[in-house]
């Protein structure tokens, strides 16, 4: 029993080995960069880069085939992090990608937490059935609160 307990470490332990040599001395792919510039964007899926998420939006920026500046949520400091990490020049956020922050009409406010649920970043404060709020410093502007609204009551404005 005691030969069965030692090989089986004995394997263990060289396939561990084999393993940690072979994760430093091969190259990484492509994906590892995909995730790195995932990790920088704001995972609001919010497909105001034109991307259905962030992770398909990084795949585009990896390969190259999308600008770095589309990300309004980001806004600008990402876009800095994603030109030093793709050794790319640094572009102000594009024309259409214009920084917003929702608002809520408070009078208009059933407290019926759509809102709330539907927000990735936990930006909009409030109990059931009772008045909402947005965080305007929390608020990345992805608009994903405004279509669960039944009542309209929820807007968007541009960041100042």
């Known amino acids: 029993m005691w030969t069965a307990i030692i090989t089986i470490a004995a394997i263990a332990l060289l396939a561990g080995i084999g393993l940690s040599f ?20 704001p995972q609001t899926q ?5 991307y259905p998420g962030c992770r398909p ?8 085939s999308a600008a770095i500046n589309l990300c309004p949520p980001g806004g600008d400091e990402t876009v ?6 793709l050794g790319r020049e640094t572009l102000p956020l594009a024309a259409s990608t ?3 922050v929702a608002v809520i009409d408070e009078t208009l406010c059933i407290g019926c937490t759509h ?15 009772l008045m909402h709020t947005v965080i305007e410093s929390e608020c990345t502007g992805c ?4 279509a669960p609204c039944p009542v309209d009551c929820i807007s968007m404005r541009p960041l100042t």
Request: net charge negative; with cysteine.
């Open 22 to 41: 072979a994760s430093r001395r091969l190259p990484s792919g492509e994906g590892d960069l995909v995730e790195q510039v995932n990790e920088l964007l």
């Open 46 to 50: 919010c497909a105001q880069c034109g």
């Open 57 to 64: 939006y990084a795949a585009a920026l990896v390969d190259g």
């Open 80 to 85: 800095r992090r994603l030109a030093t990490l």
């Open 98 to 100: 214009v920084p917003s």
């Open 115 to 129: 809102c709330r649920n539907a927000c990735p970043v936990d930006a909009i404060v409030g109990a059931h059935q």
């Open 143 to 146: 608009e994903l609160c405004v």
